[in-house]
C-alpha cells in the first residue's frame, strides 16, 4: 500500500468512527443539541464517502471499521456526564489536533489527490469553526460553517 492509501485509509477509519460518535451524541442530546450532533455525523458522512469513493478507485478496498462503534460508544458514555460547553471544548480539542495531522498527512499526498486532501481539510476546519461558535455562546449561527461545507460539496 502506497504512503498515500495509507493516509486515505486513516481518513476513512476516521471519519467512520466520527459519525459513529456524533450520531450517538445525538441520540442522547435534547432535540436541539441532537440536531447539531446529527449536522456534524452528516459532514463525517459525507467525507467518508468521498475518501472511499477514491480509495475504490485507487484499487483499494474500502476499509471495515468494526472496532470503530465501540469506540464512539465509550466516548459517548465518557462525555455524556459533561456539560454542553465542557462537550464542545473536547469537540475543539480533538477537531484541532485532527486537523493539524491532516494538514501534515496531505502534505504527503501526491499532486492528483491535493484536491481531496483540501476537502478533509475544510471539514475539520468546520468542526472547529462549529466548536468555536458553541463555546463563544453564539449557537444560533454554530451551524453555519457547517451548511457552508455541506452545500460546497
Same mark, same amino acid.
Given at each position: 500500500?502506497?504512503?498515500?492509501?495509507?493516509?486515505?485509509?486513516?481518513?476513512?477509519?476516521?471519519?467512520?468512527?466520527?459519525?459513529?460518535?456524533?450520531?450517538?451524541?445525538?441520540?442522547?442530546?435534547?432535540?436541539?443539541?441532537?440536531?447539531?450532533?446529527?449536522?456534524? %455525523?452528516?459532514?463525517?458522512? !459525507?467525507?467518508? &464517502?468521498?475518501? +472511499?469513493? $477514491? *480509495?475504490?478507485?485507487?484499487?483499494? /478496498?474500502?476499509? @471495515?471499521?468494526?472496532?470503530?462503534?465501540?469506540?464512539?460508544?465509550?466516548?459517548?458514555?465518557?462525555?455524556?456526564?459533561?456539560?454542553?460547553?465542557?462537550?464542545?471544548?473536547?469537540?475543539?480539542?480533538? %477537531?484541532?489536533?485532527?486537523? !493539524?495531522?491532516? &494538514?501534515?498527512? +496531505?502534505? $504527503? *499526498?501526491?499532486?492528483?489527490?491535493? /484536491?481531496?486532501? @483540501?476537502?478533509?481539510?475544510?471539514?475539520?476546519?468546520?468542526?472547529?469553526?462549529?466548536?468555536?461558535?458553541?463555546?463563544?455562546?453564539?449557537?444560533?449561527?454554530?451551524?453555519?460553517?457547517?451548511?457552508?461545507?455541506?452545500?460546497?460539496?
Amino acid at each position: 500500500m502506497s504512503d498515500a492509501d495509507a493516509v486515505l485509509v486513516d481518513w476513512y477509519t476516521g471519519e467512520i468512527g466520527g459519525e459513529a460518535l456524533f450520531w450517538g451524541m445525538a441520540e442522547a442530546a435534547e432535540p436541539e443539541r441532537s440536531r447539531k450532533w446529527l449536522a456534524l %455525523a452528516e459532514v463525517e458522512s !459525507r467525507v467518508a &464517502r468521498r475518501l +472511499a469513493e $477514491t *480509495l475504490h478507485a485507487r484499487g483499494r /478496498p474500502i476499509p @471495515e471499521c468494526p472496532e470503530q462503534p465501540g469506540i464512539a460508544r465509550a466516548r459517548c458514555v465518557e462525555l455524556a456526564g459533561k456539560t454542553w460547553p465542557e462537550q464542545m471544548q473536547w469537540l475543539k480539542e480533538i %477537531a484541532v489536533d485532527a486537523l !493539524r495531522e491532516m &494538514r501534515v498527512d +496531505a502534505g $504527503t *499526498l501526491p499532486e492528483s489527490l491535493g /484536491p481531496l486532501g @483540501e476537502f478533509v481539510l475544510a471539514h475539520e476546519i468546520a468542526l472547529v469553526d462549529f466548536a468555536q461558535s458553541e463555546l463563544d455562546g453564539r449557537g444560533q449561527v454554530s451551524l453555519q460553517p457547517i451548511r457552508e461545507f455541506v452545500s460546497r460539496r
